[in-house]
Structure formats: structure tokens, C-alpha cells
């Protein structure tokens, strides 16, 4: 307050160079210095008094910043008029010139082309002023909704969990007298609490961490209840509204322990039963606690960082590993490993180098699975360019060869070589546009293959293309105003029909499409699942109108690169982030899916695919093979029975440990349509 | 010239509401400030200026538009002074006039005025006054000039009791000044002094600073006070140590006068530490006053020269004071003494340190004992008696004590209620306030039936806010203000509009276009609902006609009418039927801050930059009182519940209770540390609760004159206060981003009255507001600009969200 602040009174004065300069400017050459010190004394005067009239204005507009306007009427006071043209702009960048034993700040004023700003399309109009009301405090207590400020800021809980003594305890205010106080008054109370430390611990040795209390209110439980089953159930756009209420609540941060031990027992008995829906749920709402910009999670990543580590790397994730696309939720972790790291490594914790380590230790052991192996080079790969460069690149020739020997080799297991066929195209995906920043540009096929042996050609062409990929997204980014910054990893779920003769999984698109695509097969999930991004609502889909859907969807990806597979690494491009969705969607009859895959026999499915708009003469649903029915003829009692089934199943599997999630009490979602995905 | 700072400034103009029976008279004066002597101008311009300059200046400056207003055309006495600017030049003939026409040319010369001097000058017709006006002030030849300013002087000998300054003068917004007929206690001959010095230069105002020591003692002068002081007994020293500022300025102002600009700038260096922090905002603007040159014009200094810096010391500390410096025959500072200061005397025992800072802290100084004394009637007016079905009637007395009411006494106060006057209220038609209509009454019923409702509020039971967030207003919004029932929201914004929301489902209809309205059929039952257009019916509706930011709104009491005030110096009325403006008072020239309508409606009071607020009725374009007295702007202005009272809040760090019947100014409240930017009355009229920019809201007794408690808590400005409906919650919004909720029944009930304390007026502020503070509720970085009690006791808070 008042009280406090020194009085800092400064008696700056334009420099009488400035009054030079100035009147140069008006064609006076010669002035003398005497002058000079007399304007500089008056002009100073005359700013200082101008800028405390301004202030006036600022204090009466109820603002904290001073702007160009509060100047202008402080200059209408004195009968002087207002400088013109400099309305509207927050920040007036002032250029520094110096030269010739003299510095000079100047606004630089650029010559307008007339023609050009009538060409250029007209600013979006900015949003009219509205009003919004909602409830500040309900008889004394602040509701803990998004328009208030979080109950207890991230500056709080870090406070407490790193001087535990210090801090006020969130739970004990609240069952103070005095309840609903903000964190305002909690300042006042920290102080109160320090001084009424207890007595006995004032002369003993050692200080005793006090005991906290961590209870939830029946409303947080049954918060907590309902989150926790719509993340796991069944249905998708409860899941959804689940994690968008993950991300974004501000009040969360009483549950978070609970949440944290939810997901890491929630993965340790799913990996154990390969039930890879739940799996992805669960990363799911890890990514979207990482989104809450309200949590301190710092106290909770070594229970976090176990869960997501263990699906990138586990050897199986799924029960049908030849058909599953686990390959994407390991992905999906990887990224979530990266951003942890992004967020959260210290050079105390060292939680980069800890996790790198535990990756090239994988990888670099010659019995790891190929399922391993993917998971560990996905999460170099993710961690950025450097760690590409650094770890990566070198021993791309002794994984190539690998990788040739299982490819080019007697058929020993079809797993394996889907596992190496995996493998080689994220090696691809990941160095090729490093390798197009790091290598000059001509690309020669001999050199590649000199440098990293077999998969020298491939990662040739595939440099290639990144670098027209680069060059035309530059142009890309400059037209549109689309900039997604976080990429949004898309998982789908489906059901595979059967081994067919695609690529299971994975679902190749016609070459001219040629998009990344990632689908996930499940024996059990019902509805697919979507990435949890709360603010972008981008796709809508069902099963009636999955082709104007998807035009949606395409809309928003038309940025997205149209070539290959190279360049969805998210963390590099900015634009790429909207993959195209592909879903396929089961009603399985008969699934006891926890007990052996599906019978191919007994399998609907249909697929939705989105397509970037390019792609000419490509529907969705045709370009599948045949055992498709029309999307119209889903819902069938079956799809209704086989969710349930499913959903018995969960509720029927080993009994899992307190905190797992389960899929009990989550709804059949309706007629077995998919539903709308967020 | 020491007689022109003798008086305190807040001379207002006497009026009797004997004109017309029902309303104030608009017109000024009655003739009965025959005689009596003029109160010297207080106002930066110094004693120059007079009404008719000033309205002249209003005058030539409109006299373009060809809509000529009289800004200040209240005056006591004198017929021409009084005489508006523009009949001054038409009606040149009648000698009066015409002396003023030509005090009011030689004024605006002086003031550099000469385009308005020319306007003027054309619109009179006075060709033959152009060899003595015409041509830049300095070729005036020295013939004209003598008989000029004789003319001048004869003008204002003559016209005793008619002196006011206009801001536009010289920039600098001065006071008006008026002379109080009846109370100005200014003996007759100091008439002719004025007339002699009636010169509106800087000059004559500083001349006492003329008489000099030797420059290069005063840091010695300053210092052996200063050591003196410090080694004096303790019960004195905080006393004396008031003495520190207002001894700092002074000298500073004389070194700077008297041209010793290093010894100024080494004094300044050497002592500014000293000062209390609470003066900082003066002190800087006093550092950049360096030069004689800036001393012109220059406010600040202008306040300190012009009025006295009043101190309040016991005799003791007096004496030993008087002793020392008469001791070291201290000369120099004991004319500072003697002359730049008052030194308000009383006997007893000194004050501490905190009574004395609980009160300090104005721009000049605290109130001086006697300005506290008059009566307030600060009870309610009787309600009209209302056939209501319900017998629930009248809540209001009840509440006089702030107290929570017991079923008990309500049930049996019913029938006497009525008939009881509350012995502190005024008389019924003390103010002429306007009939109830059928609507009003309606309403009243209305509101008497929400009462019923009404949320019982204390500790335990505290309001829910509501919170109404303005979006996208990109910083814009300047003022709020929610009608009394909680249906409408306006809002005022920096690009220069207002805009009405309707909070209801009911949206907002205007009446239809006059084409439309002839085909109504008037005699039909619903022809109020007929005329009332559905289609252009929006939630939403713009007001546009400011000119500038619009820093105040105020809805009338009975929804019908919008005041809204701007930087373009206008306060405009708003019809909220046809969504029209249908008046721009015109008036203060300079930005208003701050609007209100009476609680019953009629009147308004609007204060501005031009350090006024003025006294409005709807019906007359021109103000009926004139509140001059506030040495800086005037921020807020609010009517006291019983509409017989004005209180305004200033940036000079003082809350003034203005008279509205005769325009005194009843009560100066001392004690806030920066500018006040809210002010709110207690539902029951005894007490006034003001925040400041030091983030304090201070309390006070209304009657007593006396602070009573200090709320502290705020981090920044308090941009709103409001009680709730029985006064038991006291709300304050801040631009630190929160509403707090204090005890208001807490912090009142304690309240020691005894003989002593309202006597001198020392008061010991007990230190308990984080026990009253009940509650507080941060926002997302949006500042409260307005709360509301609704009328069943729910708050409703309003700011615009703004994002960092």
C-alpha cells in the first residue's frame, strides 16, 4: 500500500541534444546551448505536468495502463491540441538509430500503399461488448467455476508442497468460520498460521510436517466418481465433456492425488490385461490434467511419468498385437512423455536425461521386442531435434539392417515384420526432417545409402519430400490464419474386421491421400475416442451424415500437409496437428474379448475416414472394402448387445484394485452408432 | 493579501427556496447578499476573475455556435455580475454592463484568451473599444491600459459579493468562488483590497513569497527546526512534527519564486525523505516545479498559496513551538508560520501519532474544528403513506440504528410509524421534491413487497454475488449503474457511448416512431403497451452523443431517465422510452466525473475537473447550486439518502457534505490518503463510507462529523462501495480484482460518543478491520467498478474483464 512504497522522485530531464535535434528538424541550424537548457527545462516541465494530468484520466477510466488516449485528453485540458495518429496501438515500437557520436529513438512511420490496404481483406470485426454474469460467491463461498480464479493458484500449491509448513492448508480454511475466502485473505491467514505455530515444535530439533487433511466434500466425491467413470465408460461425449472438465476446472486440485493414483493403478492392471481402450483413456486424461493450467502437477509426475512410460514401451499393450493399433497409443505417450519433460524436467530432477536413458537402454538391447523398440525410438523421437540428431541418426545404419533382416528375411513371424515395418517408417518420419535441416540440400540416393546403409534410399526420397513439405507449408503458413500450435494427437478405436490382406491397423489410404493415419483396433471399445483438446471442436460425427462431417473436419485440415507420412511429427510443424480421422467402428456380435480376439467371421464394422479435400473422387465409406454395410444399417441390436457386452465384460474381469478405472455405469451408447466424437 | 487566504474556500451560493413554492428556484440569489462584503477569490486564477468574466468566457466561446448558455450564472447580489455573458454585450448601453463588458475584455486579454475576446468583442458591437483592445497585450498603450483596469477595479468595487474564476482562464481549472451573502464573515473593508488586487496574475498571489532571507540559510532553518522537533518531548513531537510539510513546500516554493533554483533543487533533495509517503503525489508534482515561469498556472502550488494549510495542535505544543522559534528568532519560518498556515488551537492533552495520521493527509490539511460543527438533519424524510395490501409497510425507519430489526418492535411500530418523524430528518419540504406519480407509487409497493423477501444479512449469513462481467470491452468501460430494481444495466464506455442492458427477460422497448403512434387507438385499455414498439426491441440498446469517455451514469429512480456524464464536459439526459438524448447540460466545461440522480429523482449533482459539483434539476439547463470549495477535482458525488445533502469526494484527499438548500458546505472529512473514488451513504443516513486510492475505506459519523472506522484490506483503488438494503453489509469493489464484504453493524456499533471525542474530534481508531472483514471473493482479473444490493439483498457486481 501507500505506506510502503519509497517515494522515487526523479528529476530526468531531456537531454538538450533532443532540443538540437529538434530544432534541426524545423530548419534551425544553429542554437545556442543556453537555449537549449531553457527549452529542455520547460519542455520537461511541461511533459511531466502533462503526463500527472493523464494519469487523472487513467485512474478515471479505471484502468492501470496509461494509454495514448489518457495524453491526448490531458492535452485537450491545457488547450493544446492532441497529437494525431497515434491512436489505437498498443505499443508503439520506438526504433533506436545511432551514429555520428549521437543516439536517437524514433517511431518509425512507414509509407502506407493506399492500393494495398484497400486490396487486403478486411480485419475480422472485432466482438461487440457483451455482458456475462455469473455467481462470484454463493452466500460466502466462491463457487469454483472457470469464470472465477482458481481457488487455490498454481504459486499456492506449490507453496505447499514445497514448504509445507509455511503454507495455509486449502481444507482447513474451508472448514474455518470464515468460509469462501479467496486466496486473499489465505495470505493473511498463512500469516496468522505461522505465528500460531504449534508450541510443541517450537524447541524441539526437527520440525514435524503436519499432519493434512485431505478430504473431499460429498460434492468432490461424487465429482470425482462421475469423472472417473465418464473418462473410462463408455461413452464418448461424456468422455469428453469428463476431459474437458479435466482440463479446464479450476477447482481441481484437492483431487489431484486421487486422479494421479487413479491413473497409475488404472495402468498397471490394464497393461497386465492388454485391455488397450483403457489404456488410452487413461493417457487421455493424463494429457488432459498436463492442460489444466490451474495444477502444480510437479508433486504428482513420478507417479505420472511410470504410467505414461510403461505405454510407450511395454512389450504388449493389446491382446491382439498383429491387429491392434497399439502402435498409437504409444505415440500418443511419447508426446505426453515429451511434454512432461518440456514442462517439468529441472536440472534438479534431470527428468529428460533420466527418461532418454531408459529409451536407448531399450532400444539399444538386442533382445528388445520390436513392440519396445518402436516405443523407445518413438520417445527419442518426440523429445525434439537434438535428441534425434544425438541419438537417432547414428545408429540408423545398424537399425536399418535390423530391419532389412526381418523385412527381406525367411518369414519367421508376422508380427515381427509388422513390428520392423512400423519401425522403419517412424525412423523415417522422425529423421527425415531433420536430415532435411541438417544436410545440404542436394540429395543423392549413393550418399544416403553410404551413410545409413539400407535405409539410405528411403530416408533419401523421404528428405526430399520434407524439404518441399517445409517449402510449401511456409507459403501455407503466411495464407492462412489457422495456427494450431499444440499438435492434437488423434486416436481412433475400432474394430479390425479381420487379417485381411491390409496392413493391420494401419490403414493405408490411396496414394494420393496419403495422409497420416492412425486407427486404433479394440475388441472392446465402443464408441472411438477422441483427443481430449477442450478448446477445438472440430469434429462431428455420425453415422447418417459422416460425409458432410468429415467436409468439417476437412476444413480445418486443409493446412495439413497433403504428402506422406513425414512430416507428422507434431512438435516440429505447426500446422500438420489436424490428422485426418479415421474410424472404425465395430458391433461385434459375440466379443469376449478379454478372453480370445474377436472371431473375424462375426464382425461389423464400418469406417469413416476423412479425407483432406484434395483427394478427388475419394468417399469416405467406399474406399473400404466390402464387408461394410452402409453406415445407416448400424444400429442394429447388435451394436446395442455388444456394448453391453462389453461393458459386462469390464465389470466382470478380475476384480481390479481400488482406483481402477471401470466401465460399469457408463452408458450403452445408444444404437451403437459412433458417437459424436467430441 | 493575506486576507485573500484568510478564507476557506467553500462559499457557495445563498439561496432561498422561497421562489417558486414547489421547486428550487433556478435563478440566483434574492438580494440578500445586499452590503455585505465579497469573499475574496480563492481560486487558482487568483482574484481576478469574476462571475461575469467567467460566464463571459463561456459566452464569446459559444457565441460561434450561436447557442449562447451562461456557464456560471449564479451569483449572489449584483445584477450585473450576475447578468449573464451574453445579454452583457446586447444590452451595452446600460452602464453596469458595460463596465463589465469591459472588465470582462480586459480579463480575457490578460489571459491570452483573444479569440474569445474577439468573439466577444464582435458580438457586442464594440468598435469603439478596439483602439484600447485591439492588437497583441503587449502593444497596449498605457492610457488604455490604466483606464481599463480603473474600470476594472470600479467594477468590482461596485459589485462586491460577485467574484468568481472560470477555468478556462489560463488552463487552470479554479475554483469558483461565491460569495456566501449572509455567512462570508469578510468585514467591508477589505472590499477595496480586493479591488486593488484584482489583477488574475500569478503575481499578486505569490507576492508574499517576495519578502526573502538569505537562500542559503533555509536548509539551516529547515534543519534546526527539524532538530528541534525531533529532540522535543514525545507527547509533542508527533504534534509538531505536522509541522514538516507544509514548512517544506512553502520554502521550497519561495526558494523557486525568488529564482534560487540550486538551493531550491538541494533543499528539495535534502528533505522530500522526510515527508510523510502519503504526500508523494504532491511532492512529485512539486519536483518538477523548478522555475518561477512553471509557478504560473501551476495548480498545486496555486492550492498551497491560496489556502491555508491547517494544522490542529494542542496549546502546549503551540507554545513551545512559538517559544523556540522566538527563541532563535527564527524569522523566516515564523512568517511561513503566520502566514501560509493555520493553526487551529485546542486545549487538552496533544494528540498521538496515530490520531494525528488517522486525520492528516488532505491536500490542505485537516478541516478546522468549526467546519463540523453545523447541524445535519441526517435522518430520513418520512415515506408517503402508501395503501399497500400487504401491512408490511415502511422497512426504512426501522433501520435507523443500523441494527438488525427483531420481529418484535416492527409489529408494533406499525401503526406509529407512520406518524413519527425521525427527530434528526428535515423538515418534510425542506427540499421541494417532486409528487409521487401513480408509477412511483407502484414502484414503492413494488419494493415494499421485495422487502419482504428480503435476505436478513450478518456474519452468519452472508450475500451472494453476482457477477456481471463485461466482455470484450477492451478497457473501455468507464462507468456502471444498475437501476434500483436490478432490471437495467448501463454502462459507460470510453468510446464514448452508453449502453442499456436489459437483465430480464423483458428487453428493451422504445416507444414507436410518431407515424406509427397516430395509428394507436388511445382509447384502448393497454394504449401503454400499444405504443411501445416490439420489433426494434433488443436486449441491447446504444446511446450515442458523448463526445468523449463517459466517466458517470446514474439511472433515475423510477427508470424513466438516464444521466450520463463524459469527458466532453457535457452531462446528458437519455430517455429510456425513446432511447434518445433529449438534454446536454452544459456547464462545466471540463470533464465530469461523476453524475447522480436524487433519490427522489429531479435533481441531480454532477462534479467535474473543473473541482465543482453542481446542483441540477431535469427541467433547467443551467445549475441551481454551485458547490465550490474542493481545492482539486471533484471524483464522486452523491445525494444523501434524505436528498438534502450532497457529499463529494476530491482529489485533494477530502470528502466534502455540501447543503443543498443554501450551497454551505457542512462537513469537510480529512483523513484519506489519496484521491477518493467512492463514496456511498448508509441506508439509514447517519454514516458515509469513502475508498480511496490508498485501497482504505474510511467510515464516518454524519452528525458528529467524525470518523469512526478505518477498513483496510484493498490493494488498490476502491472504485465502489455500496451498503446492503438494511445496512448491515457494506460491500466495496476495488481494482485489485475483488469484492470484499465487511461488518458494517460491527464496525458501527462500538462507536464511542462521549463529550470529549466530539468535542475535539480526536478519535482512537480501533484496529479491527480484518475481524470485520467478512469475506473476499477475487475476480478474473476484472475490476469492479460498480456494486448493487439488490432490493432483497443480493449483490450484483459489474467490471470489465481485462485480460493481461
Known sequence: ?678 | MAALAEEQTEVAVKLEPEGPPTLLPPQAGDGAGEGSGGTPNNGPNGGGGNVAAAAAVAGGRRADGGTPKPVVAVSAAAPAGAAPAPAAPTDAGAPHDRQTLLAVLQFLRQSNLREAEEALRREARLLEEAVAGSGAPGELDGAGAEAASALLSRVTASVPGSAAADPPGTGAPGAAVFSASASGPAAPGKVGSVAVEDQPDVSAVLSAYNQQGDPTMYEEYYSGLKHFIECSLDCHRAELSQLFYPLFVHMYLELVYNQHENEAKSFFEKFHGDQECYYQDDLRVLSSLTKKEHMKGNETMLDFRTSKFVLRISRDSYQLLKRHLQEKQNNQIWNIVQEHLYIDIFDGMPRSKQQIDAMVGSLAGEAKREANKSKVFFGLLKEPEIEVPLDDEDEEGENEEGKPKKKKPKKDSIGSKSKKQDPNAPPQNRIPLPELKDSDKLDKIMNMKETTKRVRLGPDCLPSICFYTFLNAYQGLTAVDVTDDSSLIAGGFADSTVRVWSVTPKKLRSVKQASDLSLIDKESDDVLERIMDEKTASELKILYGHSGPVYGASFSPDRNYLLSSSEDGTVRLWSLQTFTCLVGYKGHNYPVWDTQFSPYGYYFVSGGHDRVARLWATDHYQPLRIFAGHLADVNCTRFHPNSNYVATGSADRTVRLWDVLNGNCVRIFTGHKGPIHSLTFSPNGRFLATGATDGRVLLWDIGHGLMVGELKGHTDTVCSLRFSRDGEILASGSMDNTVRLWDAIKAFEDLETDDFTTATGHINLPENSQELLLGTYMTKSTPVVHLHFTRRNLVLAAGAYSPQ
Open chain 1, 1 to 678: 500500500m501507500a505506506e510502503e512504497k519509497k517515494l522515487k522522485l526523479s528529476n530526468t530531464v531531456l537531454p538538450s541534444e533532443s532540443m538540437k535535434v529538434v530544432a534541426e528538424s524545423m530548419g534551425i541550424a544553429q542554437i545556442q546551448e543556453e537555449t537549449c537548457q531553457l527549452l529542455t527545462d520547460e519542455v520537461s516541465y511541461r511533459i511531466k505536468e502533462i503526463a500527472q494530468d493523464a494519469l487523472k484520466f487513467m485512474h478515471m477510466g479505471k484502468r492501470q495502463k496509461l494509454t495514448t488516449s489518457d495524453i491526448d485528453y490531458a492535452l485537450k485540458l491545457k488547450n493544446v491540441e492532441p497529437l494525431y495518429g497515434f491512436h489505437a496501438q498498443e505499443f508503439i515500437p520506438f526504433r533506436f538509430a545511432s551514429g555520428g557520436g549521437r543516439e536517437l529513438y524514433f517511431y518509425e512511420e512507414k509509407e502506407v500503399d493506399l492500393s494495398d490496404i484497400i486490396n487486403t481483406p478486411l480485419p475480422r470485426v472485432p466482438l461487440d461488448v457483451c455482458l456475462k454474469a455469473h455467481w462470484l460467491s454463493i452466500e460466502g463461498c466462491q463457487p469454483a467455476i472457470p469464470e472465477n480464479p482458481p481457488p487455490a493458484p498454481k504459486e499456492q500449491q506449490k507453496a505447499e508442497a514445497t514448504e509445507p509448513l509455511k503454507s495455509a492448508k486449502p481444507g482447513q480454511e474451508e472448514d474455518g468460520p470464515l468460509k469462501g475466502k479467496g486466496q486473499g485473505a489465505a495470505a493473511a491467514d498463512a500469516k496468522g498460521k505461522e505465528k500460531k505455530a504449534p508450541p510443541l515444535l517450537e524447541g524441539a530439533p526437527f520440525r514435524l510436517k503436519p499432519r493434512s487433511i485431505h478430504e473431499l466434500s460429498v460434492e468432490q466425491q461424487l465429482y470425482y466418481k462421475e469423472i472417473t467413470e465418464a473418462c473410462v465408460g463408455s461413452c464418448e461425449a461424456k468422455r469428453a465433456e469428463a476431459l474437458q472438465s479435466i482440463a479446464t476446472d479450476p477447482g481441481l486440485y484437492q483431487m489431484l492425488p486421487r486422479f494421479s493414483t487413479f491413473i497409475s493403478e488404472g495402468v498397471r492392471v490394464n497393461v497386465v490385461q492388454n485391455n488397450l481402450a483403457l489404456l488410452i483413456y487413461l493417457m487421455r486424461m493424463v494429457k488432459a490434467l498436463m492442460d489444466n493450467p490451474t495444477l502444480y502437477l510437479e508433486k504428482y509426475v513420478h507417479e505420472l511419468i511410470p504410467a505414461v512410460m510403461t505405454c510407450i514401451v511395454s512389450r504388449q499393450l493389446c491382446l491382439r498385437p498383429d491387429v491392434d493399433n497399439h502402435w498409437a497409443l504409444r505415440d500418443f505417450a511419447a508426446r505426453l512423455v515429451a511434454q512432461i519433460c518440456k514442462h517439468f524436467s529441472t536440472t534438479t530432477n534431470n527428468i529428460q536425461s533420466r527418461i532418454t536413458k531408459t529409451f536407448t537402454k531399450s532400444w539399444v538391447d538386442e533382445k528388445t521386442p520390436w513392440t519396445t523398440r518402436y516405443g523407445s525410438i518413438a520417445g527419442l523421437a518426440e523429445l525434439g531435434h537434438d535428441v534425434i540428431k544425438t541419438l537417432i541418426l547414428p545408429r540408423l545404419q545398424q537399425e536399418g539392417e535390423r530391419i532389412r533382416s526381418v523385412l527381406d528375411g525367411p518369414v519367421l513371424s508376422n508380427i515381427d515384420r509388422i513390428g520392423a515395418d512400423h519401425v522403419q517408417s517412424l525412423l523415417l518420419k522422425h529423421c527425415a526432417p531433420v536430415l532435411a535441416k541438417l544436410r545440404p540440400p542436394p540429395d543423392n540416393q549413393d550418399a544416403y545409402r553410404g551413410e545409413f546403409g539400407s535405409l539410405g534410399p528411403l530416408l533419401c526420397s523421404h528428405v526430399v519430400k520434407a524439404r518441399a513439405q517445409a517449402a510449401l507449408q511456409a507459403q501455407q503458413v503466411n495464407r492462412t490464419t489457422l495456427t494450431i500450435t499444440q499438435p492434437r494427437p488423434t486416436l481412433t478405436l475400432s474394430q479390425a474386421p479381420q487379417p485381411g490382406p491390409r496392413t493391420p491397423g494401419l490403414l493405408k489410404v490411396p496414394g494420393s491421400i496419403a495422409l497420416p493415419v492412425q486407427t486404433l483396433v479394440s475388441a472392446r471399445a465402443a464408441a472411438p475416442p477422441q483427443p481430449s483438446p477442450p478448446p477445438t471442436k472440430f469434429i462431428v460425427m455420425s453415422s447418417s451424415s459422416s460425409a458432410s462431417s468429415t467436409q468439417q473436419v476437412l476444413s480445418l485440415s486443409t493446412s495439413a500437409p497433403g504428402s506422406g507420412s513425414t512430416t507428422t511429427s507434431p512438435v516440429t510443424t505447426t500446422v500438420p496437428s489436424v490428422q485426418p480421422i479415421v474410424k472404425l467402428v465395430s458391433t461385434a456380435t459375440t466379443a469376449p474379448p478379454s478372453t480370445a480376439p474377436a472371431g473375424p467371421g462375426n464382425v461389423q464394422k464400418y469406417i469413416v475416414v476423412s479425407l483432406p479435400p484434395t483427394g478427388e473422387g475419394k468417399g469416405g465409406p467406399p474406399s473400404h472394402p466390402s464387408p461394410v454395410p452402409p453406415p445407416s444399417s448400424s444400429p442394429s441390436p447388435l451394436g446395442g448387445s455388444a456394448l453391453c457386452g462389453g461393458k459386462q465384460e469390464a465389470g466382470d474381469s478380475p476384480p481390479p484394485a481400488p482406483g481402477t478405472p471401470k466401465a460399469n455405469g457408463s452408458q450403452p451408447t445408444g444404437p451403437g452408432s459412433p458417437q459424436p466424437a467430441l
